[in-house]
């Protein structure tokens, strides 16, 4: 069973573009382009987990959220949220959002926290994956090599998470233009093996006996290797 997952977005382009990405990761899902549509489709399915933008046009976000949690205490809600000033309300108090992403945000990030939550649910805002000695801080975008830390750039630092997210699987350079760089880039995709191959050398400096590498599949993509 695929998990379900249900957007509420009114905004028709990043509504689209967000449930074509999260179709192309295998999930079910469903998008809601208010908060009475919301609603119903929120009863009807019993989604695992709701990407919701608080600015809805017909009614607050916030109360919204607050309702779908107060009526499936055990579903995930990450929170779309392009005023700063909402994310206390929303996560730290009584509306119940168990992640948020600030808008403009990267479809990179916003995937990784989609699949930490749909794997751990109830998970309260993510803090850390590990792989191997390879240590991943979404929230506060930072990675350690054992004890050392990886002087990242934004877009190494996206590289790696999506990686590290499908540890030991086969990620396609396709998947990886996509949710790394803009939907719309029309540039070579050369830019992706300097990337990679400057990360490989940051990883190589890294501490630690278990150090993950980037292995190369020719003409597929990329796999993160933890020995
Ligand atoms: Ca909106």
Redesign the pocket.
């Known amino acids: 069973m695929e998990p379900q997952v249900l957007v509420v977005?009114?905004?028709a382009t990043?509504g689209r573009s967000l449930e074509q990405a999260l179709q192309a990761q295998g999930y079910q899902v469903t998008l809601a382009a208010n908060g009475t549509s919301a609603r119903r489709a929120f009863a009807r399915l019993v989604p695992d987990l709701v990407v919701l933008?608080?600015?809805?046009?017909d009614m607050d976000?916030v109360d919204l959220c607050r309702e779908l949690r107060a009526s499936a205490p055990a579903v995930s809600i990450l929170v779309?949220t392009?005023r700063q000033e909402e994310i206390d309300v929303v996560v730290g108090l009584d509306a119940g959002a168990n992640d948020y992403v600030t808008k403009p945000f990267r479809l990179a990030e916003l995937l990784a926290r989609v699949r930490v939550h749909l794997r751990r649910p109830n998970a309260r805002v993510l803090l850390r994956s590990v792989v191997g000695d390879l240590e991943i801080d979404i929230d506060a975008r930072r990675a350690w090599a054992g004890d050392r830390e990886l002087a990242l750039r934004p877009r190494e630092f996206d590289l790696l998470a999506l990686l590290a997210s499908e540890a030991g699987r086969a990620v396609t350079r396709e998947r990886i233009m996509d949710e790394c760089w803009d939907a719309h880039w029309h540039g070579s995709t050369k830019t992706l093996d300097v990337h990679i191959s400057q990360l490989r050398a940051k990883l190589a400096e890294g501490a630690g006996t278990q150090r993950p590498t980037i292995v190369v599949l020719r003409r597929v993509g990329y796999r993160l290797d933890v020995p």
């Not at 933008?53 to 046009?57: A, E, V």
């Open positions: 977005e009114d905004d990043i933008d608080l600015g809805l046009p976000g779309l392009a």
